[in-house]
């Protein structure tokens, strides 16, 4: 799975083994990771479709403030992790909110 933050394209891995070996190279303990000169994201598969969904949507979110340069490591890592699980609630349960937000749908239609 790839995704596409502006002008980047991302290979989205979403592996057990890869976020193992990341967090035994880096000392950290971390779900996912994203690597911007490598252009990809890493997903902790050993986790629930839930928490990979977070996970994933949490990646995302340092992508497009990466890329758009809206970075500030400290603020950013407590803004994103407050940020991601209430965005990715609020998405599934108003499925006609997210379906016109993706243009799928047109309000009043």
């Known amino acids: 799975m790839q ?3 502006g002008p980047i394209v991302y290979q989205v891995i979403i592996s057990n083994r890869a976020i193992e070996r990341l967090n035994r190279a880096s000392g950290g303990s971390s779900r996912g990771e994203v690597h911007h000169t490598k ?3 890493v997903i902790d598969s050993a986790d629930g479709p839930d ?3 977070e996970t994933l949507l949490h990646e995302i979110l ?3 403030f990466r890329v758009y340069s809206l970075e500030d ?3 950013d890592e407590s ?3 407050l940020l991601s699980p209430i965005l990715l609630d609020t998405l599934r349960r108003n499925s006609e909110v997210t379906d016109f ?3 799928k749908t ?3 239609k």
Request: aromatic share 4%; net charge positive; charged share 20%.
């Open 39 to 41: 252009q990809d994201m």
């Open 79 to 81: 803004f994103i992790r």
């Open 3 to 5: 995704i596409q933050i």
């Open 62 to 64: 340092h992508g497009i």
């Open 73 to 75: 490591k400290e603020a």
């Open 106 to 108: 047109i309000p009043g």
């Open 101 to 103: 937000l993706l243009g």
């Open 51 to 53: 928490r990979i969904a």
